[in-house]
């Protein structure tokens, strides 16, 4: 059974830190680009970074939105099947759900379009106060 487990969502006052997990399993990880999507209230989910599957060498390519980029950083863990997502200065309007997701053949990866995506997992709530 496929399963992708998000965790370390919370409540954090704006300009503050948080670090998402996302756990996988059920599919062969190394091969799959994970991705992070949140959706916040009354908007449509949005791409937020991703990180390809990693070469031979363990070099993977990483991807992130233009609201995010120099405040989050994506990284993977194939030893522990894991995804992460370093979140640093916080915003109230990075306030949302944030889902990550799996992607067989890298194109919702680079485009960071959920579309794309073939496994997802249930989310965890982030919530920048002000």
């Known amino acids: 059974e496929v399963q992708l487990v998000e965790s370390g969502g919370g409540l954090v006052q704006a300009g503050g830190s948080l670090r998402l997990s996302c756990a996988a399993s059920g599919f062969r990880f190394d091969d799959y680009a994970i991705g992070w999507f949140r959706q916040a209230p009354g908007k449509e989910r949005e791409g937020v970074s991703c990180a390809s599957n990693a070469d031979p060498s363990s070099y993977y390519h990483t991807y992130y939105a233009e609201s995010v980029k120099g405040r989050f950083t994506i990284s993977r863990d194939n030893a522990k099947n894991t995804v992460y997502l370093q979140m640093d200065s916080l915003k109230p309007e990075d306030t949302a759900v944030y889902y990550c997701?799996?992607?067989?053949?890298?194109?919702?990866?680079?485009?960071?379009?959920?579309?794309?995506?073939?496994?997802w997992g249930k989310g965890t709530l982030v919530t920048a106060s002000s």
């Open positions: 997701a799996a992607d067989s053949a890298g194109y919702g990866c680079r485009s960071l379009d959920s579309s794309d995506m073939d496994y």
